[in-house]
C-alpha cells in the first residue's frame, strides 16, 4: 500500500545556497553569531551550514561547548517557518551522536521541542519525532521525555500524525514504557495501540505489539492487556509478516502471567497457533510461544490439550538455541506434571 512520505524540501521561495564557511574550529564562532542575527537570510544560510557540520561528532561536542543549544531553543519559537524547520533538523542531527544526546538533555532541549508538537509544518513535527526517538534510546532520555510530561502527548498523536510519525512515536513509547508505563495507561495507550494492531501498515502494528509488551512487563500493564487485548494479539499470532507475529507472541508471554490472560488467552484459541509457531524452526516467536504455552499448561484446560502435542516440545530439544532447549525441557515438565 502507498503512503505519503513527508518532505524535507524548502519551500520554492527560499535560496538554497549555503553561506561561506571558515576554516576549522573559528566555523562554530561565527555560526553563532549568524544565528542571533537580525537578518532573516543570514539566520537560515547559517542553520543550512550548521546541519552540514553537526554530522561530525567532533563538531557537535565543539557546538555544544559553545552554547549553541540556547541560540537554538530560542529559534524554535521563531516566527519564520524554515527557521523552525532547519532548527529542528539540526537538533535531530544532533541527535543522532551521543555527545548530542547528552547535551540535548542538560540544556533542556526536550521541553522545548514540545512546544512545537502541533506545528502545522509536517517535517518540522517528524523533525521532532526523530529527535525524541533518538533522545529515548538513552536510559536518561527516556527518563527526561516521562519528567517532561511528554506521554499522554504522545499516545494521543497516534490519533492524528502520518504513518511515519506514528512509527516514530510507537519507537520513542516503547523505550520511555519500559521504564514507567502507569502515565500511559491513565491516558488510554491501551485502547489506542489496540486499534494500531489491526493497521494496514505492517511496522506500525509491530511496533505497537512491541510497545503493548513493554507496558505488559508492569504488574498494572498486564492487568489492562488481559481485560482489552489478549484476543487481538491471538489474531495477530497468524499474521503474515514474522515481525508483528514475534511482538504479539512477546506481548502475550507478558499478559499470560497473570491467570486471566491464561483464561483470556485460551478462550481466544491461543494454543493451536502458538504450537504452530514453536514447530517452525526459523520463527522469531518460537522462543516466546514456548514459554507462553508452558504458562497455559499450569491450567487444566490448557495442559489437557497441550498432552497430545508434547512431541512439538520434544522436536525442539535438539536446538541449536540453548534458550529454545531449555524452555521445551520446562514445558514438558509442565505439561506432563501429575497431581
Same mark, same amino acid.
Given at each position: 500500500?502507498?503512503?505519503?512520505?513527508?518532505?524535507?524540501?524548502?519551500?520554492?521561495?527560499? *535560496?538554497?545556497?549555503?553561506? $561561506?564557511?571558515?576554516?576549522?574550529?573559528?566555523?562554530?564562532? #561565527?555560526?553563532?553569531?549568524?544565528?542571533?542575527?537580525?537578518?532573516l537570510l543570514t539566520q537560515q544560510r547559517a542553520l543550512m551550514?550548521?546541519?552540514?557540520?553537526?554530522?561530525?561528532?567532533?563538531?557537535?561536542?565543539?557546538?555544544?561547548? @559553545?552554547?549553541? !543549544?540556547?541560540?537554538?531553543?530560542?529559534?524554535?519559537?521563531?516566527?519564520?517557518?524554515?527557521?523552525?524547520?532547519?532548527?529542528?533538523?539540526?537538533?535531530?542531527?544532533?541527535?543522532?551522536?551521543?555527545?548530542?544526546?547528552?547535551?540535548l538533555i542538560k540544556n533542556g532541549v526536550i521541553s522545548a521541542l514540545a512546544e512545537l508538537? *502541533?506545528? /502545522?509544518? *509536517?517535517?518540522?513535527? #517528524?523533525?521532532? %519525532?526523530?529527535?525524541?526517538?533518538?533522545?529515548?534510546?538513552?536510559?536518561?532520555?527516556?527518563?527526561?521525555?516521562?519528567?517532561?510530561?511528554?506521554?499522554?502527548? !504522545?499516545?494521543?498523536?497516534?490519533?492524528?500524525?502520518?504513518?511515519?510519525?506514528?512509527?516514530?512515536?510507537?519507537?520513542?513509547?516503547?523505550?520511555?514504557?519500559?521504564?514507567?508505563?502507569?502515565?500511559?495507561?491513565?491516558?488510554?495507550?491501551?485502547?489506542?495501540?489496540?486499534? #494500531?494492531?489491526? %493497521?494496514?501498515?505492517?511496522?506500525?502494528?509491530?511496533?505497537?505489539?512491541?510497545?503493548? !509488551?513493554?507496558?505488559?512487563? %508492569?504488574?498494572?500493564?498486564?492487568?489492562?492487556?488481559?481485560?482489552?487485548?489478549? $484476543?487481538?494479539?491471538?489474531?495477530?499470532?497468524?499474521?503474515? *509478516?514474522?515481525?508483528?507475529?514475534?511482538?504479539?507472541?512477546?506481548?502475550?508471554?507478558?499478559?499470560?502471567?497473570? /491467570?486471566?490472560?491464561?483464561?483470556?488467552?485460551?478462550?481466544? &484459541?491461543?494454543?493451536? $497457533?502458538?504450537?504452530?509457531?514453536?514447530?517452525?524452526?526459523?520463527?522469531?516467536?518460537? !522462543?516466546?510461544?514456548?514459554?507462553?504455552?508452558?504458562?497455559?499448561?499450569?491450567?487444566?484446560?490448557?495442559?489437557?490439550?497441550?498432552? &497430545? %502435542?508434547?512431541?512439538?516440545?520434544?522436536?525442539? @530439544?535438539?536446538?541449536?538455541?540453548?534458550?529454545?532447549?531449555?524452555?521445551?525441557?520446562?514445558?514438558?515438565?509442565?505439561?506432563?506434571?501429575?497431581?
Open positions: 500500500m502507498a503512503h505519503t512520505r513527508i518532505s524535507s524540501s524548502l519551500p520554492p521561495d527560499i *535560496d538554497p545556497t549555503k553561506a $561561506p564557511i571558515a576554516f576549522g574550529r573559528r566555523a562554530l564562532p #561565527k555560526l553563532n553569531e549568524e544565528l542571533q542575527s537580525p537578518v551550514a550548521l546541519c552540514d557540520l553537526v554530522h561530525d561528532p567532533e563538531k557537535v561536542y565543539q557546538a555544544v561547548e @559553545l552554547g549553541f !543549544l540556547d541560540n537554538l531553543k530560542t529559534l524554535l519559537r521563531h516566527h519564520d517557518s524554515t527557521i523552525r524547520q532547519k532548527t529542528t533538523e539540526v537538533l535531530y542531527i544532533m541527535a543522532m551522536h551521543s555527545v548530542g544526546r547528552q547535551g508538537l *502541533d506545528n /502545522p509544518v *509536517d517535517i518540522c513535527r #517528524k523533525n521532532i %519525532h526523530q529527535t525524541f526517538e533518538m533522545m529515548a534510546k538513552l536510559p536518561e532520555g527516556a527518563v527526561d521525555i516521562l519528567h517532561a510530561g511528554l506521554i499522554p502527548f !504522545l499516545v494521543l498523536k497516534l490519533k492524528s500524525e502520518p504513518d511515519e510519525i506514528q512509527e516514530l512515536i510507537l519507537d520513542t513509547l516503547s523505550n520511555c514504557l519500559r521504564v514507567e508505563a502507569s502515565e500511559a495507561l491513565a491516558n488510554g495507550a491501551v485502547t489506542i495501540l489496540k486499534e #494500531k494492531l489491526t %493497521h494496514s501498515s505492517v511496522a506500525i502494528r509491530s511496533k505497537a505489539a512491541w510497545v503493548l !509488551l513493554e507496558i505488559s512487563t %508492569h504488574l498494572e500493564g498486564k492487568t489492562a492487556i488481559c481485560e482489552e487485548v489478549t $484476543p487481538v494479539l491471538v489474531g495477530l499470532l497468524e499474521d503474515a *509478516d514474522p515481525e508483528v507475529q514475534a511482538s504479539a507472541t512477546g506481548a502475550l508471554m507478558f499478559a499470560t502471567v497473570k /491467570p486471566q490472560g491464561r483464561f483470556s488467552a485460551l478462550g481466544a &484459541g491461543a494454543i493451536p $497457533p502458538l504450537l504452530k509457531l514453536v514447530a517452525e524452526e526459523t520463527s522469531k516467536a518460537r !522462543l516466546s510461544a514456548i514459554k507462553t504455552l508452558t504458562m497455559l499448561a499450569e491450567v487444566p484446560e490448557g495442559r489437557k490439550t497441550l498432552l &497430545g %502435542h508434547t512431541h512439538t516440545f520434544q522436536q525442539c @530439544l535438539n536446538d541449536p538455541s540453548e534458550a529454545v532447549k531449555r524452555a521445551a525441557q520446562i514445558a514438558i515438565r509442565v505439561i506432563q506434571w501429575k497431581p
